[in-house]
């Protein structure tokens, strides 16, 4: 079965303190893997598609990568407004919905 | 400009009723989807449909009902017969080659 995990389940950093968020994915069939952001009680928000191994994307603080198995979001010198949970979700070939993993839910504190 | 509206935003329910929550876009996205969202679950998978007058069931759709009449609205509804309906409800969009989602605001239903 198609699964998507996310780790840590919670985070918690200092402003200023980078880290490395993880998604990890069952191989069959990728055929994109997406990152959100989702403040409480909203939807979420899309930040990064990444298509192939070895793709690359950033978005100010953010850095998102690809490998064959995982995908990576990393956050350098994150900010108190960096907080929120962050979603990971894999689109596999067919003709399916996305696969959502559990979320991290990130805590910068100043 | 384009987006998703979901409405109510809060919504109250006694047991035994059913209540419908609206999804509208007007992103003339051809695909929508609902989503159920609870505290450490992430979201989870009732109903998506891909074209008007079609619709097929998610990975939780005991108790879930869906129509797709028109291409801008995919309204669901939470029968009695859902045993659990308080979460936080999400709708969301895409065009067929799913090339990301865009989500609404949500609806938080509560039971009482």
């Known amino acids: 079965e198609d699964q998507v995990t996310q780790s840590p389940e919670a985070l918690r950093l200092q402003e200023g303190e980078s880290s490395s968020l993880n998604c990890s994915y069952t191989?069959?069939?990728?055929?994109?893997l997406f990152w959100y952001r989702q403040d409480p009680g909203k939807g979420p928000e899309f930040l990064f598609t990444?298509?192939?191994a070895g793709e690359e994307k950033e978005k100010e603080r953010l850095k998102a990568t690809l490998t064959k198995k995982e995908s990576f979001l990393h956050i350098t010198a994150p900010k108190p407004e960096d907080s929120a949970t962050y979603l990971c979700?894999?689109?596999?070939?067919?003709?399916?919905?996305?696969?959502f993993g559990k979320g991290t839910r990130l805590s910068v504190i100043a | 400009d384009g987006g998703i509206t979901q409405s109510p935003k809060y919504l109250f329910r006694k047991e035994g009723q059913n209540v419908t929550l609206s999804c509208e876009q007007n992103?003339?996205?051809?695909?929508m989807y609902w989503y159920r969202q609870d505290p450490g679950q992430g979201l989870r998978l009732i109903y998506y449909?891909?074209?008007?007058?079609?619709?097929q069931k998610g990975d939780i759709a005991e108790g879930y009902s869906v129509s797709r009449e028109k291409k801008e609205s995919f309204p669901l509804t939470v029968t009695s017969a859902q045993k659990n309906p308080t979460a936080f409800y999400l709708c969301?969009?895409?065009?067929?080659?799913?090339?990301?989602?865009?989500f609404g605001s949500g609806t938080r239903l509560t039971v009482v």
């Open positions: 969301a969009s895409s065009t067929l080659d799913r090339d990301g989602y865009t």
């Open positions: 191989v069959s069939g990728l055929r994109g």
């Open positions: 990444l298509y192939s």
């Open positions: 979700a894999v689109l596999y070939s067919g003709n399916t919905p996305l696969v």
């Open positions: 992103l003339n996205h051809d695909a």
């Open positions: 449909s891909q074209i008007v007058n079609d619709f």
